[in-house]
């Protein structure tokens, strides 16, 4: 499962830049990756997990903007076709999974 989140934040005044990129750094901390700008995915093995992760981003929103967050199944994540001019290119792969029972 992957959870994706979409933002829209001002960074018309100091603090509002300061905000943006807080709220950037802490995605980035929190293991998502930049798909593009504003656009940021984390790879979560299970539903639980992606639900721990989407209290983390309500943790960090900042208080100006728009900010949404999308679950999509690794299926879905797979058929996204991304195309750099006219050329395509594979999307991102699925992390290996490392389990210590």
Known sequence: MWVITMFDLPVDTK???KAYTNFRKALLSDGFVML???VYARHCPSEE???VHERR???FLPEDGEVRL???TDKQFERMKVFYGKM???TEKTPEQ???F
Do not use: T
């Open 15 to 17: 603090e509002a830049r």
């Open 88 to 90: 395509r290119k594979s």
């Open 49 to 51: 997990n992606a639900v």
């Open 70 to 72: 999308l679950k999509i």
């Open 98 to 100: 490392l389990s210590f």
């Open 57 to 59: 981003v309500k943790a």
């Open 36 to 38: 593009q700008f504003s």
